[in-house]
C-alpha cells in the first residue's frame, strides 16, 4: 500500500509545497523573484519547482501537467520561452489562468505562480 509523503510543510499558511501519493507528485504556489521581473519571475517559479521535485529525485521532466497563473496573461509568450529552455522538450500539458493575487506588493508584486503536478514510476 502507497503512503501519502508530505514535504515543505508550511505551518503558517497551512499547505504542503509538495506531497507525493503513489507514482504522482502534486506542487503548488512555486514563486520566487517577487518583485522582479516577469522573466525573473517565471524562472525564479521554475528555480522553486526544481527544488521541490528534487526532494525526491525528481526533475522539470518529470512534470506532466501544470496550470500558470499571471496577473497579465500576455506574458504567456515569455513563460513559452522560458519553458523551451527549460524542460527538455519534456513539456507538460497546462493551462494559462489570470488572477489578481492575494499577495504582498500589489500589481508590483506577484506577477506569476506555478502549480503542477510530476509523475515518477
Known amino acids: 500500500m502507497n503512503e501519502i509523503i508530505r514535504k515543505d510543510v508550511n505551518e503558517k499558511w497551512a499547505h504542503c509545497g509538495i506531497i ?6 502534486f506542487l503548488n504556489y512555486c ?11 517565471i524562472n525564479g517559479a521554475f528555480d522553486e519547482m526544481e527544488s521541490r521535485l528534487a526532494l525526491f529525485g525528481l526533475t522539470l521532466e518529470n512534470v506532466v ?20 529552455e527549460r524542460f527538455n522538450g519534456k513539456y507538460p500539458v497546462r493551462k ?15 506577477q506569476f505562480q ?8
Not at 507525493?20 to 507528485?25: H, I, L, S, T
Open 20 to 25: 507525493k501519493a503513489g507514482d504522482y507528485f
Open 31 to 41: 514563486v520566487e523573484n517577487v518583485g522582479g521581473t516577469i522573466e525573473e519571475q
Open 65 to 84: 501537467q501544470m496550470d500558470c497563473l499571471f496577473r497579465d496573461v500576455w506574458n504567456i509568450p515569455i513563460m513559452e520561452r522560458i519553458i523551451k
Open 96 to 110: 494559462s489562468i489570470q488572477t489578481e493575487f492575494a499577495h504582498v506588493g500589489g500589481e508590483k508584486g506577484l
Open 114 to 121: 506555478a502549480d503542477a503536478v510530476a509523475y515518477c514510476v
